[in-house]
């Protein structure tokens, strides 16, 4: 397809663990979002990627979480030793370009629950 | 800082009558202004956008948004609901002098449109 595309679409895991998760741009798209959707809590920017530049990281919640993004292309999100209230659905998003005013374009989602 | 408010969780309306999501903002500069939907179990789709201009604009699935500077709104319409509007409405914003990357989504509103 011609979409953005996440995997796993579920992740079940225990606590303490690292889990990773993959977004796969649409192709030719340069910007880069993860996006974090809890219940009643909205969507919750985590990091931006564009082009070959330094990522913006200022959303990301502890040091637990990083990302990284290889050849301007696939990225992937991880959690390390994961807690409870990570549990939540990540979405990636990618945009044509880095400018203000264009849309993003979403994945369907990773759903993480730690037991 | 940037922030949206959606002061409604949830809006109730019967099939053929207008419906309105309501969407408030607050940027330190000017904004751009964006409306996504997400159907269940489906990533976030991109209905419309307020850049410059003029202050109605039109989206998809026959939604429009009209953007108020004074009132710092961007109330979502539409004329005539239909069943399939049910789903989960994002209002979000980036300020265009000052902020990063980084879009701000409110927390959303679940649309319910009943026969």
């Known amino acids: 397809g011609a979409g953005v595309s996440q995997s796993p679409s579920n992740k079940v895991t225990e606590k303490g663990k690292d889990v990773e998760l993959r977004c796969d741009p649409i192709?030719?798209?340069?910007?880069l979002y993860w996006y974090r959707q809890s219940l009643g809590q909205g969507l919750e920017f985590l990091i931006y990627?564009?082009?070959?530049?330094?990522?913006?990281k200022s959303g990301l919640p502890s040091d637990r979480f990083s990302a990284e993004r290889t050849g301007g292309s696939v990225s992937t999100l991880t959690i390390q030793r994961t807690q409870q209230e990570d549990s939540a659905v990540y979405l990636c998003?990618?945009?044509?370009?880095?400018?203000?005013?264009?849309?993003?374009?979403f994945g369907e989602g990773s759903r993480l629950t730690v037991l | 800082a940037q922030s949206v408010a959606q002061p409604e969780d949830q809006v109730n309306v019967a099939e053929g009558n207008p419906l309105t999501v309501k969407c408030t903002y607050s940027?330190?500069?000017?904004?751009?202004l964006f409306w996504y939907v997400q159907y269940p179990n489906r990533g976030l789709q991109f209905l419309l956008k307020?850049?410059?201009?003029?202050?109605l604009v039109k989206g998809s699935y026959g939604f429009e948004a009209e953007f108020n500077k004074s009132q710092t709104s961007f109330h979502l319409k539409k004329p005539s609901a239909l069943v399939s509007d049910s789903a989960l409405y994002f209002c979000?914003?980036?300020?265009?002098?000052?902020?990063?990357?980084?879009?701000?989504f409110g927390k959303g509103t679940s649309l319910l449109v009943t026969p």
């Open positions: 998003a990618s945009s044509l370009t880095g400018s203000q005013t264009g849309e993003l374009f």
């Open positions: 192709s030719g798209h340069t910007a």
């Open positions: 990627f564009q082009g070959n530049s330094a990522p913006d």
């Open positions: 940027v330190s500069g000017n904004p751009y």
């Open positions: 307020y850049i410059t201009g003029d202050n």
């Open positions: 979000a914003v980036r300020d265009r002098e000052n902020s990063g990357y980084a879009l701000n």
